[in-house]
């Protein structure tokens, strides 16, 4: 069975750009969770999606946005890009039954 | 509000058992975890435990559940090399009520770096 998976791996982009992260989950999971990993904060929680719908959200500015597809695969999207979003971005997901989250290896991101 | 700690370092010989420590702040997280991260790596699952248990364990692993002090610690014995890694402790956040269907996000600990020296 296919893990979760990030694309892509890695990326560089400057300040002021936007930039769209994409989250395919393991067949059957419908829900996707997007976390950033920073050095000084730590792995933080930014948001959730099932069935389409965002369940949940974490307090980062309204730059970050995400979407679910019908078919589960979720992007995140963040705008008007600052030094300090460079972070390893992580999506997990997870299926009905089973409470463990499953992570992807994450697209890390540099903003220069 | 919710917070997760846990030490920054732990060192220890192979062979040896490491024991890795996290206390938790939210009292009706109804599930922890416990995730591995290599360099370069995402999070890998290594165990859960549901939050009416004491005790789980796993091959190698036991994870012991205080909840009247909100302690939660994991113990892999017979440490490898391979282990070297960074551990993070997880707990749930209390579900939103305005969001539906959603079970509460991950709350990470900054994790514990174990070193195992051969």
């Known amino acids: 069975k296919a893990g979760v998976t990030q694309t892509p791996r890695y990326l560089i982009k400057t300040r002021g750009q936007q930039v769209t992260l994409s989250c395919s989950p393991i067949s059957g999971h419908r829900s996707v969770s997007w976390y950033q990993q920073t050095p000084g904060q730590g792995l933080q929680f930014l948001f959730e999606y099932f069935s389409e719908t965002q369940r949940n959200k974490g307090n980062f500015p309204g730059r970050f946005s995400g979407r679910q597809f019908s078919n589960s695969r979720s992007e995140m999207n963040v705008s008007t890009l600052e030094l300090g979003d460079s972070a390893l971005y992580l999506c997990?997901?997870?299926?009905?039954?089973?409470?463990?989250?499953?992570f992807g290896s994450g697209t890390r991101l540099t903003v220069v | 509000g919710e917070d997760v700690e846990q030490s920054l370092f732990l060192s220890v010989r192979e062979g040896d058992s490491s024991v890795i420590n996290c206390t938790y702040t939210d009292s009706s997280s109804t599930y922890l975890y416990w995730y591995k991260q290599e360099p370069g790596a995402g999070l890998q699952l290594l165990t859960y435990i549901f939050s009416n248990m004491d005790m789980k364990q796993d091959q190698r692993l036991t994870v012991l559940l205080n909840k009247k002090d909100k302690h939660l610690s994991l113990r892999i014995a017979d440490t490898q090399t391979g282990d070297s890694a960074i551990y993070f402790c997880?707990?749930?956040?209390?579900?939103?009520?305005?969001?539906?269907?959603?079970?509460?996000?991950?709350?990470f600990g900054k994790g514990t770096k174990l070193s195992v020296k051969p």
């Open positions: 997880a707990e749930t956040s209390t579900p939103v009520p305005n969001y539906g269907g959603s079970q509460g996000n991950l709350i």
């Open positions: 997990a997901s997870r299926s009905d039954r089973v409470k463990g989250y499953t």
